[in-house]
Every structure is written in structure tokens, then in C-alpha cells.
């Protein structure tokens, strides 16, 4: 099959979850003998053209020049660009993400008269912290495009799917639930000799949903009793400096260090060596960074949202908090630090459920049967 996948951005210039999913989809679809096209942003210093692993990556549209802010006209600029690329190349199916790419992904499709893939990542809750660019915009036609009659709609987890259906009236025969994974194989290869002592880490975007306050002020209360506490935090966003001033107010300058965007295989080694992981999001279509963690048999921590609860089993390979729930998130910090053989048995009941369920691979297979269907 000829397969064009429609998104934002792309790793490596942009390492979002659905980046991430897409690099590890697109690639083995490759060695499966398919022929990818993916069409994206361009991206300051990047060429217009890269193959990846065998990906054919096409950079259209307006120079971002530090993503994911783009103006009103970048979005309209793309949407354009990708609309008339697809208008003038020939593909058996087009898979367009959520949400600028629906647009042009949805009618060069239907002109065409090929199939159309949505794939909705997840969908905004009440609040004011759900979108970062355009946020009134962004709720409107939020429940415009995910109401496009598209072939078929791919959502990364059943929460996700259950929303389309109660709260956007979806019809229920159109969703597939395709949940994201992680590339255990890699993850294996990555060797730790030893772990660091009292370690949090928190990977992400540093976004107003993701609440990383909410993990400084759970660490600050903590740090009387565990003075040597200490949060890794990796990622950048557009919080960084509130949140860098909140540790200098709150006197945590010593207790916790912000590492920027690393490479993959550095993420994965931070992640190892950490005692546990802490996700304070408060929006999640997946959680992408849990499933990572359980392959590397770490335990985690996150609010009881979204997607999270279906790679997280309350007590089992982690604990669910209720959201903004500052007090209980440290409670079960100052567990896993304080309980080695309890952290480690739920780090590997961690790992056997990504075996199970999380394998890309698997999720690869389950995609292509979707197009070809």
C-alpha cells in the first residue's frame, strides 16, 4: 500500500507522543513493504525533505520556527499546502491526525475519492488549561472535526473513544481503538548499573495541563522528611520559566533539575535509573510516557484521567490520584521511596503488562489490517 500519514510535526525535531507513535508505526509499515509519505510543518534549519528509517517526510507550508506555537495564518498556510500535496500524488489511504491535518486530510480525500483515516489523539476537558494556541478557537471546532464523516476514526484508548461517543455523539461503529506502544526491544538494550537514591522524574511537555507545579509543590512537602529528594524533570514547554521561579521561591534549587529535550535512549536511561515516574496531567489521550516506564520496570504515579487509567492498575503497577490531589500524589512519592522490594515488584508487573499489551509490532499489524479493510 501507498500511505500517507498527515501530521504537525515529526521526531526529531518536535518529540510528542503522537510524533513518537507515528515514527514507530511509519517505520515498520516500511519493512513491512509499505510505502509511507508523511507531510508536516516545516521546522527552522530543517530541509524540506528527510527519509527517516524509510519514511519519506515532506516539510510543507510556513517555517515554524519554534514549535508547537504557530499563528492563526500558519495553521491556515498549512492546511493549504498539505490539501493540495495530497490533491496532486496518488495514495491507497490517508491517515490524518488530530487536529489542523483533519481538514486537509479529510477533503483531499473525499475529492479523490480514497479512504480517509481520523486519528484522534484525545479529546479536551472542562477547563481552561486544555489548549495551549487559540484555546476558544481550538474547543469550536474541536466538535466540528471530530464529527467529519470519515472512514473510519482511530482513538489511542478506549476513554478517548467512550468521549466521541457521550459527549460529541461519534456513532460508535465508526471508532477503533488502536492503543500507542513503546519498542521494548530498544528499551531492553538500554543498560543501567545502578539507580540514583530518592529520584523522581517527570517526562513531557511542560504544558499547563501537565500540572508539574502540582509535583514541585508535592516535592516541596516532602523535602522535610526526605531532604535529599530530588526530581528530574525533561522536557520544555512553554512553563518552563514559571515553573523554574517556583523552584527558586519555593528554596528546591538543589532538589530538582531541569534536563531540556534529550535523546531517546537518554530518556530511557533518566527513566531507569529513577525510583519513580510522576505524571500530574490532568489531559490524556494515552500517556505514552507510562507504558515507557513500565518497560523499564519503573512504577509510576498520575492523575486518574483520560486514557491513564487503562496502562495504569491502581496498586498494581503504579497509583492513580485523583486530579490536583497534591497531598495524596506525595503520599505515594514518600511510598515508592520508601518501600525498595514493593517498588521494584510493581516496576516488573510494570514491564509484563507492556509485554502483553504495548508492543508495537502488534499495534502495527492491528493498523494495517484498519487501512486495508
Sequence with gaps: MKICIVSDFFI??????????????????????????LICMKIQGVNSTETIDGINIYHLGPTIRKPPYRNLFNFIHFIIAAFWWMIKHDYDVIDAQTYAPLIPGFLAAKIKGIKVIGTIHDVSSAGTDQWLIFPGLAMLLEKILVKLPFNKIITVSYSTRNALIENYGVNPKRIQVVHNGVDLELIDSVKVDEKYKNSIIYVGRLAPHKHVDDLISALKSLRNQIPTIKLKIVGNGIEKENLAKMVTTLGLDNNVEFLGELDYKDVILEIKKSNVLVLPSTREGFGMVLAEAGACKVPVIAYRTGG??????????????????????????????????????????????????????????????????
Design 12 to 37: 526529531p525535531h518536535y518529540n510528542g507522543g503522537g510524533e513518537r507513535r507515528y515514527y514507530e508505526i511509519a517505520k515498520r509499515m516500511v519493512v513491512m513493504g509499505h510505502s509511507v509519505d
Design 308 to 373: 491513564v487509567v487503562e496502562i495504569v492498575e491502581d496498586g498494581k503497577n503504579g497509583f492513580l490520584v485523583e486530579s490536583r490531589d497534591i497531598g495524596g500524589m506525595a503520599e505515594k512519592i514518600q511510598f515508592f521511596i520508601s518501600n525498595n522490594d514493593i517498588t521494584n515488584q510493581m516496576g516488573l508487573y510494570g514491564y509484563k503488562k507492556v509485554e502483553n499489551f504495548f508492543k508495537w509490532n502488534r499495534i502495527v499489524k492491528t493498523l494495517i489490517k484498519i487501512y486495508r479493510d
